[in-house]
């Protein structure tokens, strides 16, 4: 994964431009929110004034005119009344927008991820992305409800209220504007303190959801191994760093937040008192320091509402720009030279299948997994690529399905180069059956058919093509019946023979195994192996083996040795060659048999 940005800035900074995305189509839903929020506002602050005047003008004098003091005590309420009904429009909007928001980011996240390239996913943590998929895109909620409309709000309620006071008393006034420095100063306090704390308990966050899910998804081979113990250490570990982190965040919470603001407001209600205290008051000044004092609490409880949403906008922040970040890693390539393919691919007839020229790659600089590697793979024909762990079969299988680029050398199919094809091409005509298949916890027709919309018919040609039907026609519900999380219901020779079924009901020109006959027995090898053979003419296969009677029948095998092609030729070819390469790898498996 791409590094997260450390600094509050840049995380800012990747969070606004996430929330305009995420926000984009809801814009006219901000604007009315925000518009009847500042309208409610501006209600709230005429409450007081109004009962200023019901003091100053009515009560104090004696001057009871019963139609006006009702109409003011009226008006408290309805504007009271009307503010109330202004926020919860507004709260609707925001809650909807921001749930929106939420629901189009994931979609947006999980869309993403399924583009990656398979590098990224060689470094990425299965708990982690899941995290910030689920938990993280939440954060997104709770940014625009709990943070922004909170500060949005006390900030209108604050600058509506500082404006009743100077036209009430600038000079009180400016009693209370000598409090945003000593505010100013603690949220700058809470920022140094609290922000990497928060940072590092989104991470550890992450971190636990991390090794939950690589826990249970090897639990067979953590407690085979005696682990648990160990794990658990681990798992204790990280849980009281998190712990630790979200405990100095609380703190700061505690000593910066609440506390503080509070003293100030006693403070700022003593001062107000002490000054009217020292200044003659006339009867027309106590309806003033009712409205000052009324409003008092708000300006006092906005400031706290504004700093107390610090901790949870830190927080929100962190999480979107760790979404950002996800979004911002490179997808894997999508080309889309209609043209010149379309060209090429009325003429590919007598084209090699598969080319390769000088190719050479390496993971990490320095360190090369494949040397100078040049071929050429016939149309129809079945190639086996055998070799030693380490000699650079797996890799040449990656570069064949555009998981990596290959930055050095060429690769064409059909006479294309790979990364001229476009996506969707690509992943129509090649095929591909891996070493451990995977299957959906779904029924036989929608493991087959993988959301491409096939027939009946199709699908069922495609599981007798792979010796699949017979089986999956047993079955209780047929082609319906659930085959349960990973396949559980099915022998792993069965799964193999789904995935092989799924690879071919995409009517691929070119079919690439990777090593799977290495976990089924030698009668669903031989159903492999026949499957095959049936396809041998019609389908070019390109079949990286383990076991090389798997590919004996080959057109052609390729041994490969330390990133580079060794031998070539057909298995009684190879077998003539006395002290070679694929001779001992054979006998050393005929002996092992």
């Known amino acids: 994964m791409k590094p997260e940005p450390t600094s509050t800035a840049g995380q800012m900074r990747q969070a606004i431009a996430l929330l305009r995305r995420a926000a984009l189509p809801d814009q006219h839903h901000l604007f009315w929110a925000v518009l009847w929020l500042i309208g409610a506002a501006l209600l709230e602050v005429l409450g007081p004034i109004m009962g200023k005047a019901l003091i100053d003008e009515h009560l104090l004098p004696h001057h009871l005119d019963w139609p006006r003091m009702a109409g003011l005590l009226a008006g408290v309420v309805l504007t009271g009344w009307i503010a109330s009904g202004l926020r919860y429009l507004q709260l609707v909007r925001l809650s909807g927008l921001a749930m929106r928001s939420v629901m189009r980011l994931r979609e947006m996240v999980y869309t993403h991820v399924l583009l990656l390239p ?23 909620k709770s940014l625009y409800i709990q943070v922004l409309f909170v500060m949005l709000d006390s900030t209108i309620v604050l600058v509506g209220t500082v404006c009743a006071m100077a036209w009430l008393d600038w000079r009180l006034m400016l009693i209370v504007l000598a409090l945003l420095p000593a505010v100013l100063l603690i949220v700058w306090l809470y920022q140094r303190w609290s922000a990497p704390a928060v940072t590092r308990a989104r ?64 403070i700022l209600l003593g001062a107000v008192i002490f000054m009217f205290g020292h200044r003659e008051m006339t009867a027309t000044e106590v309806g003033v320091l009712y409205a000052f004092i009324s409003y008092l609490a708000r300006v006092i409880e906005p400031l706290i509402q504004i700093t107390m949403q610090f901790s949870q906008l830190q927080q929100s922040v962190v999480a979107t720009a760790r979404v950002a970040t996800l979004l911002d890693e490179g997808t894997a390539q999508e080309h889309a030279r209609q043209a010149p393919q379309r060209a090429a691919a009325a003429n590919d007839d007598n084209l090699p299948a598969v080319s390769i020229r000088h190719l050479n790659f390496a993971y990490n600089a320095g360190q090369p997994v494949l040397h100078d590697l040049s071929l050429d793979i016939p149309q129809g024909d079945f190639v ?48 591909l059956v891996p070493q451990d298949p995977f299957l959906l916890a779904a029924s036989a027709r929608e493991n087959i058919d993988m959301g491409r ?12 093509a792979a010796h699949a039907h017979d089986f999956i026609a047993a079955l209780e519900q047929g082609y319906d019946t659930p085959l349960g999380e990973g396949g559980s ?98 006998l050393l498996q005929q002996l092992a048999a």
Do not use: C
Not at 419 to 424: C, F, G, K, Q, R
Not at 453 to 464: D, P, S, V, Y
């Open 453 to 464: 919309g096939l027939t009946q018919a199709q699908i069922e040609a495609a599981a007798r």
């Open 118 to 140: 398979m590098s990224f996913f060689d470094r990425a943590i299965t708990g982690q992305l899941v995290s910030r998929v689920t938990n993280d895109t939440e954060a997104v």
């Open 384 to 431: 086996g690529i055998v070799g030693h762990t380490g000699s650079g079969k797996s890799t040449l299988l990656s570069l064949l399905l555009r998981f990596y680029p290959a930055p050095h050398g060429s690769i064409l199919m059909h006479g294309m180069p790979l990364d001229a094809i476009d996506n969707e091409r690509f992943r129509a005509e090649v095929g």
């Open 203 to 266: 991470a550890l966050r992450s971190e636990i959801n991390g090794q939950m899910a690589e826990s249970i998804g090897g639990m067979s081979v953590l407690q085979a191994s005696n682990a648990e113990t160990r794990f658990g250490q681990r798992f204790a570990t990280t849980n009281q760093d998190h712990y630790t982190a979200r405990l100095s965040e609380l703190r700061a919470n505690a000593w910066l937040l609440r506390p503080a603001l509070d003293l100030f407001n006693i």
């Open 489 to 586: 219901r099915l022998s792993v020779g069965q799964k193999q023979l789904i995935a092989i079924a799924r690879a071919l009901a995409g009517a691929p020109r070119i079919l690439l195994l990777d090593e799977a006959t290495s976990h089924i027995d030698s009668q669903t090898e031989q159903i492999v192996q026949t499957a095959l053979d049936e396809l041998r003419g019609k389908v070019t296969v390109i079949a990286i083996a383990h076991r090389l009677s798997t590919i004996r029948d080959a057109n052609r095998i390729i041994v490969l040795n330390h990133g580079r092609i060794a031998e070539t030729g057909p298995h009684e070819q190879l077998m003539q060659i006395n002290g070679g390469l694929y001779q001992r790898l054979y």
